[in-house]
């Protein structure tokens, strides 16, 4: 089964939710090759909770996921931490929207939640624990507390920072990391933009339907990352159509979507 673990649902946090949009990523994402995603919207999104109600309308969940018209949809969201990183939460979906409402005095900068209190409230609500993006400048977890980073499942082997950074060379940081901590490394395109889809790939040995059967088959190493070799156009390509659309509606880009534009 092909699995991408890190993907969004929305063109940024400040757009509404759009079931036209998010039908035409989930088409392509089809279209790339993709059996399964994970939904991993950031929690701070604006009407983060719109979003699930939306789904709930518009497609079957089996209590592991949502049937988007054959593409399996894992539950989950990106939360920021207060020691400054990313960390992607997925599980059923009930897990999912407690831990969020738990969020709510923890959505702004300056008062986002501890790391080790967000893994605490993770393992009580049994969500799988991936470090999204270790080394990006502007959001690193390497740098944190060792004990705590263990504590994750795995971390995020990113589309956006191959391209900023070269696939050896981003190799070449986050594998002896991973390693010394004892974590796995998975792949997520971190798409926010349909191009993206395929950029980089979890190609597992079987088909899984459940979280835990997923985070069993990457503790267990019965998968391979695949990295396009049409990555640098497929994030080139979103970065500068993401651009677009945000223009055409107003917003201004990102930090990060600045430093990407800037390199596209």
């Not at 010394?180 to 980089?200: E, F, M, R």
Request: proline share 4%; with cysteine.
């Amino acid at each position: 089964m092909n699995i991408d673990l890190h993907t969004h649902g929305k063109l940024s946090k400040k757009s509404t939710f759009s079931p036209e949009y998010f039908a035409e990523m989930m088409f392509e994402a089809k279209a790339n090759g993709l059996q399964a995603v994970a939904l991993t919207e950031h929690f701070n999104t604006s009407n983060f909770f719109v979003m699930y109600d939306a789904l709930d309308q518009t497609y079957p969940y089996n209590g592991h996921y949502y049937d988007v018209n054959g593409l399996k949809l894992f539950p989950g969201m990106e939360v920021d931490i207060a020691e400054t990183g990313h960390i992607l939460l997925i599980g059923l979906k009930e897990n999912v929207l407690a831990v969020r409402a738990l969020l709510d005095e923890h959505t702004q900068e300056g008062n986002f939640i501890p790391f080790k209190q967000l893994l605490d409230m993770a393992d009580e609500h049994n969500l799988w624990k991936i470090g999204a993006h270790p080394f990006r400048t502007s959001t690193p977890l390497h740098q944190l507390d060792p004990a705590l980073l263990q504590r994750l499942d795995a971390f995020d082997f990113n589309a956006k920072d191959i391209y900023m950074q070269g696939v050896e060379t981003y190799k070449n940081l986050i594998t002896p990391f991973a390693e010394k901590l004892g974590v796995p490394v998975i792949a997520g395109s971190d798409s926010h933009q349909c191009l993206q889809y395929g950029s980089v790939v979890n190609r597992l040995q079987d088909s899984c339907s459940t979280v835990e059967e997923l985070k069993e088959a990457i503790k267990q190493g019965n998968y391979e990352i695949e990295v396009s070799p049409c990555l640098h156009t497929k994030v080139k390509a979103s970065v500068m159509m993401k651009k677009l659309l945000k223009q055409l509606i107003g917003e201004a880009p990102s930090r990060d979507e600045a430093e990407l534009g800037y390199m596209a």
